[in-house]
């Protein structure tokens, strides 16, 4: 795909989470190294301790990486491409059947490609705000439906407060995905690409950025 357009995460959040990353992965080496130590020296107690810190860092490291860079919004003169989480919403893999496990593996990724002149409506806002502007039947509502019925508290807050990109085709098939940090520019730019494409693109949104720029 030769895209023109590309909208992801800023590139100021990137350039933090580059060095946060940087030192939690030497973190994790020297994790390792000392795990190696001690089991050289026979000290189990200690290389326990230190597996457990290796562990946690490397799953750090992996979620966070996966949270920030693979995750886009592109255009060109033919199609919209959306690469977003398997799961739709979060990071790591929360459908894992061991509960324990789930947060500790990154969650999958997936690209779709949608013909500009298909879709019909563009909604960007919370979770809420769409489901007031969306048919009950769509798929988007059954995703959220499950999420919400979780009981962890982290999964339903982190659900309520992001912003989404929902799209709507003229066959009534939808897609969407976080936008959080996203670069609210270029997902502008995004926007209108498909606006000229579609004289009449339904278009709403309930974030203060994106109407500021609407407006213009």
Not at 3 to 20: D, G, H, L
Not at 92 to 110: G, H, M, Q, R, V
Not at 153 to 177: G, H, P, Q, R, W
Request: glycine share 0%; proline share 2%.
């Amino acid at each position: 795909m030769a895209a023109e357009i590309r909208a992801r995460t800023r590139a100021s959040v990137r350039r933090k989470n580059t060095v946060i990353l940087s030192a939690i992965t030497l973190l994790s080496v020297f994790a390792l190294v000392m795990t190696v130590y001690n089991v050289v020296k026979g000290n189990w107690l200690f290389c326990v301790a230190w597996f457990i810190a290796l562990i946690l860092a490397a799953t750090y490291v992996f979620i966070r990486m996966n949270t920030v860079f693979p995750t886009y919004i592109a255009a060109d003169r033919e199609n919209l491409y959306m690469k977003n989480w398997s799961n739709d919403f979060l990071p790591y893999d929360c459908n894992n059947k061991i509960k324990i496990l789930s947060e500790f593996i990154p969650a999958k990724t997936k690209l779709v490609e949608i013909p500009l002149d298909e879709i019909h409506v563009i909604l960007i806002g919370t979770k809420n705000f769409i489901k007031r502007n969306t048919d009950e039947s769509s798929s988007f509502h059954k995703a959220v439906k499950k999420l919400e019925k979780t009981k962890d508290f982290y999964k339903k807050k982190t659900l309520s407060s992001m912003d989404i990109i929902y799209v709507e085709t003229y066959a009534n098939e939808c897609y969407y995905m976080p936008v959080v940090d996203f670069e609210t520019k270029d997902v502008m730019k995004i926007v209108q690409t498909m606006q000229r494409r579609n004289a009449d693109l339904e278009l709403k949104s309930s974030s203060r950025d994106y109407r500021r720029l609407l407006a213009k």
